[in-house]
């Protein structure tokens, strides 16, 4: 047979090769191997196991979105009223900011409130502090007058909702919108002086007093800020 040529082994691969082949088949066993195509027992390299896709989180597409924040709940008048002496009590006479009265609220009352709805609320009870771009154009207008025309009468106080507006609040004001203190200023359009707005003179012994200007009037309220004329 051919097969007597080849080792006893090399008959198991009877079948692969040609018969002539095999009777011409004379290179050591050791080889035997390397010549047979090799079975495909290793995976590709590079190759991912995708697995269960389910177990694998979807990246979301496009920017991030921002989450909007949380709208603050909507408190009635109602509400701030067992805290209204307090508040006005800590930012009016003890001229705290709103942010530490916001705080000393919450910690001893445990009422919570934005801070945006405190500035609404100190507002509307009409106790705003912060002088509006009208009241301020009156109060320039009127004390550049006094200075440069009613040279005769004394200095000018000004109260804004019971508080009194501080002269170097007023200079500033003037230099941040280019007023200069040696002119007149007349604000255009002329209006007429805000309700908000009080005035009256300083005496020689820096109490207030009445003032006969028609334009000046006398207040009938405690100021805040103001010695007692007492």
């Not at 009409?126 to 154009?137: I, N, Q, S």
């Not at 109490?207 to 800020?225: L, N, Q, Y």
Request: aromatic fraction near 6%; include cysteine.
């Amino acid at each position: 047979m051919l097969s007597q040529g080849l080792p006893s082994h090399a008959t198991e691969f009877n079948g692969i090769y040609p018969a002539h082949e095999q009777s011409a088949f004379t290179l050591p066993h050791t080889h035997l191997f390397n010549l047979l195509p090799t079975p495909w027992t290793t995976e590709p390299q590079n190759v991912q196991h995708l697995g269960n896709t389910q177990d694998i989180p979807a990246e979301p597409m496009g920017p991030p979105i921002n989450k909007r924040k949380r709208k603050a709940p909507t408190l009635r008048a109602d509400a701030w009223e067992p805290y209204k002496d307090r508040i006005i009590e800590l930012h009016i006479a003890q001229n705290l900011p709103l942010p530490k009265v916001k705080d000393i609220i919450q910690k001893e009352f445990g009422f919570t409130a934005e801070l945006r709805q405190y500035r609404t609320r100190i507002s509307q009870w009409g106790l705003d502090k912060k002088v509006k771009t009208d009241e301020m154009e009156a109060i320039a207008r009127k004390r550049q007058r006094r200075k440069l025309v009613e040279t005769n009468k004394g200095e000018l106080i000004f109260v804004v909702r019971e508080n009194m507006v501080e002269p170097n609040k007023i200079d500033r004001w003037m230099k941040r919108n280019g007023i200069a203190e040696s002119t007149l200023y007349v604000p255009s359009p002329l209006t007429s002086t805000p309700s908000a707005v009080d005035c009256w003179t300083i005496s020689e012994r820096g109490s207030p007093v009445p003032s006969p200007t028609p334009s000046v009037r006398t207040p009938t309220f405690a100021v805040r800020g103001l010695p007692s004329t007492s």
